[in-house]
C-alpha cells in the first residue's frame, strides 16, 4: 500500500482529536473534518467500540438531525454535541476567529460569509476544532480585525465550550486556556518548525525538537481509501475523486 497523502493524514489526524466523543457535527464545506468524522467512526466499528454519532451539514446519509440548524442549535445547547470544527478568514493567538472581512468593520472588503452560529457553538460546544488548510501569515494573525467569537472569555462567565485544537496543513496545535494560546504538538511530514514559525503571524509555544504528526497505520489507510472513500463520496463528490486522483499519483511516482 502507497504511504498516505498529505490530506490523508490531515483525516486521520481528525479522527484521533476525536477520541472519546460521543457525538460530532460537521458543519458546510467541510471535508476533511467530515472524512476525520467518518473514519473515527468507521475504526469504533471495527474494534467493537461504542459507536460514534455523526452529522454532516448536507448530507442525507450521514446526518440524524431532520430540521437543519435548529435541532444542532437545540442538542449543543443541552450538552449532546461534544465536537465541532470551525475555521475562519482570520485566526489569532488567543484563538478569537473572524469570518466577517479584512478592515474596519462595517467597511470590511473583502467581506467574508459572516458568523452565522459560530459565536453559538464556540461557546458550548466542549471540543471546538479550529481547521485551516492554509496555513499563512494571512490566516494566522496577532490579532483578528474583526472578533466574530472569542476563543476566551473573562472568569465567570460560563462557557463549557472553547477552542480544543488547531489543525492546518503543516502543523497541530494545542490551546492552553490558561495561558490563552496555542502550543504546537507536531509538524506535519516535511515540514520544519522554522517554516512553521515564518509561516504564522504570532508567537506560540512550542518543544525545541517537535514531534511529527503520526501516519496512520495500514489498517487504518484501509479503511480510509475504501469504506470512508465511499461513505464522503455521496456528500463530497469531487473532493473524493480528488483524493482518489491524490493516491494514484503517489502510487505511480511510488513505483517509478
Known amino acids: 500500500m502507497t504511504p498516505a497523502t498529505p490530506r490523508e493524514i490531515l483525516i486521520c489526524t481528525v479522527a484521533g ?3 472519546g466523543c460521543r ?4 458543519g458546510a464545506a467541510s471535508p476533511v473534518p467530515a472524512a476525520g468524522a467518518m473514519l473515527a467512526r468507521a475504526l469504533r ?3 467493537g467500540e461504542p459507536p460514534l454519532r455523526i452529522s454532516i451539514l448536507g448530507s442525507e ?3 440524524f438531525f431532520t430540521n437543519g440548524s435548529v435541532e444542532l442549535f437545540d442538542a449543543a445547547g ?3 454535541i461534544d465536537a465541532f470544527f470551525l475555521g475562519g478568514g482570520q485566526i489569532d493567538r488567543q484563538g478569537n476567529i473572524n469570518l466577517v472581512g479584512l478592515g474596519d468593520y462595517p467597511r470590511s472588503a473583502p467581506r467574508w460569509p459572516g458568523s452565522f452560529g459560530s459565536g453559538y457553538l464556540y461557546y458550548v460546544v466542549p471540543r471546538v476544532i479550529l481547521y485551516r488548510e492554509e496555513h499563512s501569515p494571512r490566516v494566522f494573525v496577532d490579532k483578528v480585525d474583526f472578533i ?3 476563543g476566551t472569555s473573562e472568569p465567570g ?3 463549557p465550550g472553547g477552542p480544543y485544537a488547531l489543525l492546518t496543513g503543516k502543523a497541530l496545535f494545542d490551546f492552553n486556556k490558561d495561558k490563552r494560546g496555542f502550543r504546537l504538538k507536531s509538524l506535519h511530514p516535511d515540514h520544519t518548525l522554522a517554516e512553521v514559525t515564518e509561516a504564522t503571524g504570532f508567537a506560540f509555544d512550542h518543544d525545541p525538537d517537535p514531534a511529527t504528526t503520526p501516519g496512520p497505520d495500514a489498517a487504518t489507510l484501509h479503511l480510509l481509501r475504501t469504506r470512508v472513500m465511499d461513505e464522503l463520496a ?3 463528490p469531487a473532493f473524493a475523486a480528488e483524493l482518489r486522483a491524490g493516491i494514484e499519483t503517489t502510487d505511480r511516482k511510488a513505483t517509478v
Open 17 to 19: 482529536l476525536l477520541d
Open 23 to 26: 457525538c460530532v457535527a460537521v
Open 45 to 47: 466499528d471495527s474494534t
Open 61 to 63: 446519509a450521514h446526518n
Open 78 to 80: 443541552q450538552g449532546r
Open 148 to 150: 466574530s467569537t472569542p
Open 157 to 159: 462567565t460560563y462557557r
Open 234 to 236: 455521496e456528500t463530497y
